[in-house]
């Protein structure tokens, strides 16, 4: 049982872990389709990229997103001046025309946020790049509330599968204390006595089988007596 108890928790820990991950997986691949229609609707506009970018900042505040638009020399270009600040890796990684996922970052934005980067190409060429961003607050929210439910429901089923135990346990340890008790009765010679059996686990098997040694006995002790 003890081990039962400790897989659970482990597999409820698991499930948790895996949630969280998903919860965060999720946010990025929305935080990506934004950006990749952002990128279609950029290379689609003529001279209105202003028009573009007011769109869809009106479109993700709503959704507290936040999001830059930067050249390919790290310089932001929408909607505030400055540069970018990405490591190397994540650079190079863009150049080479590969999203950056960051699931978690606190130090960056002076708040914790998931963000990614979508590079950006003109005929072939690394022009610059998007980066969206949502704040880990929300998606903390939603992973406490999951594992809140998730708590929840172990400790309800932990009561559950005591109570389960306890009921199994009590149940045989009475078809034992029955079978013990007919054991008493035949060594004091009462051959008439008789234990209910079934064939659906071990103990009735075991019945079943007194039953028939109690039949032999019975049958040897009459054709003594005759």
């Known amino acids: 049982m003890g081990f039962l108890i400790i897989a659970f928790l482990v597999l409820s820990l698991l499930f948790a872990k895996y949630m969280e991950n998903l919860i965060y997986k999720n946010s990025a691949d929305e935080l990506i ?16 990229d202003s028009y573009v970018f007011n ?58 946020v998931t963000f990614v980067l979508l590079p950006i190409f003109q005929n072939g060429e690394f022009i610059g790049g998007i980066l969206l961003s949502s704040p880990i607050s929300g998606l903390r929210e939603m992973i406490s509330e999951v594992n809140q439910y998730l708590f929840y429901t172990v400790i309800i089923a932990l009561i559950v599968s005591l109570l389960l135990s306890w009921v199994l346990s009590t149940f045989h340890v009475k ?48 054709e003594i007596e005759i």
Do not use: C
């Open 33 to 48: 389709a934004y950006g990749e229609q952002m990128i279609d609707d950029l290379n689609y506009s003529i001279e209105n």
């Open 55 to 112: 769109s869809y900042k009106m479109v993700l505040a709503g959704q507290k997103i936040e999001y830059s638009i930067f050249n390919g020399n790290r310089k932001i270009i929408y909607p505030t001046g400055g540069r970018i600040i990405l490591k190397d890796e994540e650079w190079n990684n863009i150049r080479n025309g590969n999203i950056q996922i960051v699931y978690q970052d606190y130090k960056r934005f002076g708040h914790g």
């Open 175 to 222: 078809r034992i204390k029955r079978l013990r008790e007919a054991t008493s009765q035949v060594a004091e010679g009462n051959y008439n006595v008789k234990v209910k059996s079934s064939n659906f686990d071990e103990i009735g098997e075991l019945a079943e089988d007194f039953n028939q040694m109690v039949d032999r006995l019975k049958t040897q002790m009459e």
